[in-house]
């Protein structure tokens, strides 16, 4: 394979860049105030300065602080040299946008006038704060109508709004696209007429990080067409935003597709106040939070409870004598807000019919989806209400065989009966990867081959795994759907929740896919080329593309909320693109919904599951590239430290994804020589990517296994709380609630842990030594192989010699302790070499990795049971050390045997 040249970027992202030059800029305009008036050292800083404020403008034309007015300012400052100034206004300004602090006192930040507010006084005297947020108006203006348009919003603004909005103007589709990606404050685009395509300057500094940009090609559209791409391309790299279109074309000329891409289109004649007024009634209504908003009225009501809960109201807490400090630890309005009524203005989860139902309608849009349902008992119950409302007894559901331990247990409450797929597995680190393509599509050849295609219902991938492996969703699904093209896809987006909210990540989610396919395959132009690929095919050979009369897009993603995003614990969502799901699964669904929701959900995660959907769809698309920005600055502070990388290594791309994987040819997305490697082209072609965020850290040079460093050195000495480990790493992640504090804690810890080790390596005496050189051999090299799924004893295979197995038999045989014995682990392998079959009666779940290695019905192989010898942990589920490994009895599965057969001979009779 042919490595692709990478592009590389000293800094990380825009606002690393920008932080940069600000940073710099300050140090510059201090030491011009220090330097003697006309010394070499003043010309030397005075050049620099010029240099940086050049740089400058080519970023912050993109923004609207500081603002052109600002800049301008500071422009003077430095011609006149007048350097006291010039360094106050480059701190000040600096210090806002370091901390963050402009957006919440905007009205004292965009005057265009000589005088100067210090925000820092007016903010104490401005108790309320305003939410501040930008527009961007895309037209090819002159400076005096930009001049004219902020004055007439400034006079048309209502000083006691609650939402106030800068301006940034951009005179091209290029640079609207630029501040699209850099400016996270942007909430509403107004483009204006058609502007033109290209940007008549773009500053060489900011080309790394705008390729997707740079890559698009609509020179040849026509002027009038322009306007209308903006906007679907607005929708496709931030479609959280608020999109307005102002133009003369008459309505009977507008294609329909383009009055559907804006919210609203108004026409040069009409007043700017309409504009205005449209923008922030956009804004209040992604503001709105119908459920929270409904649980606080509500706890502020006056009440009498003569229902259940004595906690209502925190009465039974205030006014007791022993539990006080609970109630003074969590306070009165969570109480306040504890109810079990469904009526007052508040609603019922398994039947919403108010603000239950308009916050779902809203999450809905925030997702993308076409439904999407609260969940609030976890993930894992998301999971089971979608295997129970789409799959039968009987039917085939393809599965990644180390997902997560709730997709098994649906399996055996649906019935279904699973055929496992295998990751790749990383053995040197004791990770699985992800199911390779080829894997899935070989498996359905081959169940088509048997005749058992017909039984396949669904797909069921983790997306992404808990090591941060991300799938190419699209291509999977094309590829299935060439030849089952009414798959179900269930993706466990469990640790993917905040993918949807930045383009690099979101084209690789379910929903995001599902809506890109269902558009795709219902143009003339798929239907073309479809066409065409049929005519290319040689006699026999299957095609690969879906056949756009019969494919349906039936995609289902469960979120675990409260991994990734704001939420209370076991806040999750299942969001759903299904266009069969009212003709078929509605009814089933609510079915499947109300047999695993609780008919008293918690009112403060449904709260928190609205409230958190208003923020992402404000400020996801920030939170999310802060996060990433985190993770990335940890790699590069392990990488670029001795005494780190003395002990630690931080996984990056090569080292969990083969190259078989990676056509792009992204190895790792920093190196001390070249600085940050682009990830937009492998997150559009690769098979595999790696998400950042999830950072594992190789710590087998420190002779410590994972489950005892998490323990007895972050945990214990720290307070650090990790995600999870092998037996030679650990797992740490980036949310959106991370901060640069904690990244430096973190940093901070693991130095002092290498200096512990560094000491206790000192002290050990010549055959201490060699105890701790084995130790981190056997971390290091002598690692076990991972195991593949074995198979299912033929007494529990669907149809002998096919793959596909009924877990669910296997499962409830074991009730009866008749049917059960138990083998010690030692004594395993002996039996296997007499040829005795071992057959699992349980799960058996080591923690970590936290997935079945064994099932209900699996053989047990000498690859499993070496594994499970090698293991370093202390926690097995469905294992006790005591008793041993429980399987079926010999007996039994000769009877099952019978059993089988017999069933397999009536399939065959009804078959002819």
């Keep these: 394979m042919t490595k692709k040249t990478q592009i590389s970027t000293p800094y990380f ?51 609207a602080f500081p603002g052109m007015f600002r800049l301008g300012k500071i422009s003077i400052a430095l011609e006149r040299e007048e350097f006291a100034n010039l360094a106050h206004l480059v701190s000040e300004t600096t ?37 501040y947020f930008e527009v961007l108006f895309v037209e090819n203006m002159t400076e005096s109508d930009e001049h004219d348009l902020r004055l007439k919003v400034a006079e048309i603004g209502d000083p006691d709004e609650q939402f106030k909005y800068g301006i940034v ?71 959280e935003l608020d999109t307005y279109y102002i133009t003369e074309t008459a309505l009977s000329d507008l294609e329909d597709r383009t009055i559907k891409t804006f919210r ?62 609970f109630g003074d630890f969590y306070g009165r309005n969570m109480f306040l807000a504890e109810t079990s009524a469904t009526t007052g203005g508040l609603d019922s989860l398994l039947q919403p019919t108010g603000p239950l139902k308009k916050a779902q309608e809203l999450a809905r849009d925030a997702y993308g989806s076409q439904y999407t349902f609260f969940v609030t008992n976890g993930t894992s119950t998301a999971n089971k209400i979608v295997q129970q409302a789409l799959v039968e007894p009987g039917d085939v559901v393809l599965i990644d065989r180390d997902c997560h331990k709730s997709h098994h247990y649906g399996l055996v409450l649906a019935g279904a009966l699973p055929v496992y797929l295998d990751s790749y597995p990383i053995e040197k680190y004791s990770i699985y990867g992800a199911v390779p393509r080829s894997h899935i599509i070989d498996t359905l050849l081959e169940l088509k081959e048997a005749g058992r295609l017909d039984k396949v219902k669904m797909l069921l991938l983790t997306n992404c795994t808990f090591d941060g492996v991300v799938y190419n969703v699209e291509s999977v699904m094309e590829e299935v759907l060439a030849i089952k093209p009414d798959m179900i896809f269930l993706w466990d987006e469990a640790w993917f929740a905040f993918a949807g909210f930045t383009y690099i990540y979101k084209q690789r989610t379910g929903m995001f896919t599902a809506q890109k396919l269902l558009n795709k ?20 050979e299957i095609p690969k593309m879906p056949d756009p009369d019969k494919v349906k897009i039936r995609v289902y993603a469960t979120q675990s909320t409260h991994k990734t995003l704001s939420s209370f614990r076991q806040g999750s969502m299942i969001h759903i693109y299904d266009e069969e799901f009212q003709r078929k699964s509605e009814s089933t669904f609510l079915e499947a919904y109300m047999t695993h929701t609780s008919t008293s959900p918690n009112y403060q995660m449904l709260a928190s599951l609205d409230v958190g959907r208003r923020q992402v769809q404000f400020e996801g698309f920030e939170l999310v590239e802060k996060s990433i920005e985190l993770a990335m600055g940890l790699r590069a502070k392990v990488y670029d430290t001795p005494q780190l990388n003395k002990y630690f290594d931080v996984l990056t791309v090569h080292d969990l994804i083969p190259s078989d994987y990676r056509k792009a040819g992204l190895d790792e997305y920093y190196d001390k ?173 080591p923690y970590p990795p936290g997935f079945p290695v064994l099932v209900p019905g699996q053989v047990v192989s000498k690859e499993i049971i070496a594994f499970m010898l090698a293991l370093d942990v202390s926690e097995i589920h469905g294992y006790r050390a005591d008793l041993g490994l429980r399987i079926f009895k010999e007996s039994v599965l000769n009877r099952q045997k019978t059993t089988t057969a017999i069933g397999a001979m009536g399939i065959g009779m009804n078959k002819k």
């Design 13 to 63: 992202n825009i606002r690393q860049l920008r932080i940069n030059l600000w940073t710099e800029l300050k140090t510059e305009s201090s030491e011009l105030v220090r330097c003697n008036q006309g010394s070499a050292n003043q010309k030397k800083h005075l050049a620099n300065s010029t240099e940086l404020l050049k740089a400058l403008k080519g970023v912050e034309c993109y923004f």
């Design 169 to 239: 103007v951009q005179r091209s589709m290029q640079a609207a696209l630029i501040a699209l990606i850099f400016n996270h404050n942007i909430q509403a685009v107004v483009i204006r007429f058609a502007p033109p395509f290209h940007a008549k300057s773009i500053s060489p500094l900011i080309k790394s990080y705008i390729q997707p940009v740079l890559k698009l090609d609509l020179a040849s559209k026509s002027d009038k067409q322009l306007g209308p791409i903006l906007g679907r391309l607005v929708n496709e790299f931030r479609p």
């Design 673 to 845: 020589k070249h600085g940050w490697n682009r990830m937009e082209d492998a997150w559009q072609t690769d098979e595999f990517v790696l998400d950042p965020t999830k950072i594992t850290l190789h710590i087998g040079r420190t002779g410590v296994d994972g489950d005892t460093f998490k323990n007895k050195y972050l945990m214990d000495k720290f307070n650090i709380q990790i995600n999870k480990t092998s037996r030679n790493t650990v797992l740490f992640m980036t949310n959106i609630g991370t901060t640069r504090g904690s990244i430096t804690y973190l940093t901070n810890a693991l130095l002092q842990i290498a200096d512990e080790l560094d000491e206790e390596t000192k002290s050990l005496n010549t055959r201490e030594c060699e105890i701790h050189e084995k130790k981190i051999k056997s971390l290091t090299l002598d690692v076990p192989p991972l195991p593949d799924f074995s198979h299912f004893h033929q007494s529990f295979q669907a149809v002998p010699g096919v793959r596909g197995g009924s877990i669910r038999d296997a499962y409830f045989l074991a009730y009866n302790e008749e049917n059960y014995e138990y083998i010690m682990l030692s004594d395993c392998l002996a039996s296997l070499k007499k040829g005795k079959q071992l057959v699992a009666s349980s799960f058996v779940i």
């Design 95 to 131: 210090s806002q946008l370091v901390s963050d602090s402009y957006p919440s006192h905007p009205d004292f930040l965009f005057e265009e006038s000589e005088k100067e507010v210090d925000i820092e006084e007016k903010a104490k005297e401005h108790k309320t704060k305003k939410k």
């Design 264 to 325: 609203r289109i108004f026409y040069r004649r009409e007043d700017l106040q309409e504009i205005h007024l449209s923008i922030l009634r956009g804004v209040r209504e992604r503001y709105e939070t119908p459920f929270f908003s409904a649980l606080k009225e509500y706890s502020q009501k006056p009440t009498g409870v003569f229902h259940a809960m004595p906690i209502s109201r925190g009465n039974s807490v205030f006014k007791s004598r022993w539990i006080t400090d």
């Design 521 to 540: 395959y219902k143009t003339k132009k798929y239907k073309k080329a479809y066409s065409e690929h049929l005519k290319s095919l040689k006699d026999g």
